[in-house]
């Protein structure tokens, strides 16, 4: 992820120059981490940058490159419309939009990783898209004996959401989990409700904080990503996704 731009097209540099990140809202992200293990910040991304993306996510659908997303991963990787209504792709650099985000997030994980010492050292993330009527029922993004999911990052980019389009991303209060997981059932007290407005991003810790998606109304475009730790399982490096 280091070199994401040594090869800068014309289009990247103009949308690189025209959408930096703020520096004190990058700090209020990280003091919310530290301080209530979730962050919330309206506005993150400038509509420039959140309108390419849009852009992009589009296109990708008008070519059907949008496939149902699963549970699990590799060989436990199976559909389950049940659990979760979401069709996917992921970033891959394809397009200036996608480069620009990227960079965007690589510049926000050393950030994070010189504040909290906790060397996050990749980005992964996919565009979602959820029809009307899908959502994602409650989970943990951080698989069970694979913690190499640090912290989760949700940007959206549904402009002019109203309040009672549905789809919000409900927060629950951070727990660890149990030797067998997490108890999807157990009782559970909300930290914060997100509306999937253009530009917002939502981050939280990726092991700890339960979390799901209402069942949208409206068709819903976001970017889940994951910055990760490199864990390694019998000297064998984990590769992303
Ligand atoms: O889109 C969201 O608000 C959250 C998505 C999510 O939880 C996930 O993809 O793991
Ligand atoms: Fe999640």
Known sequence: MTNVIDDLDRETHALLAASPLAPERIDALIDDLIHQGFSCQRDFFPPVLINALLADLERLEACDALASAGIGRLKEHQLATSIRGDAIRWLNQESPAQRVYLKRLDELRSQINRALFIGL??????????????????????????????????????????????????????????????????????????????????????????????PTRLPRASIAGWFRRNASVNGVVDPAR
Request: net charge negative; aromatic share 12%.
């Open 121 to 214: 050292f990749e980005f992964e993330a996919h565009f979602a898209r959820y029809p009307p009527g899908a959502f994602y029922k409650r989970h943990v993004d951080s698989f069970q004996g694979r913690a190499n999911r640090v912290i989760s990052t949700v940007t959206y980019l549904n402009r002019d959401w109203p309040v009672d389009g549905g789809g919000e991303m409900v927060l629950f209060e951070s727990r660890q989990q149990g030797p067998d997981g997490f108890d999807p059932n157990a009782p559970i007290q909300e930290m914060a409700r997100v509306l999937p407005e253009a530009g917002t991003l939502a981050c939280f810790l990726s092991d700890t904080v339960p979390h799901e998606v209402l």
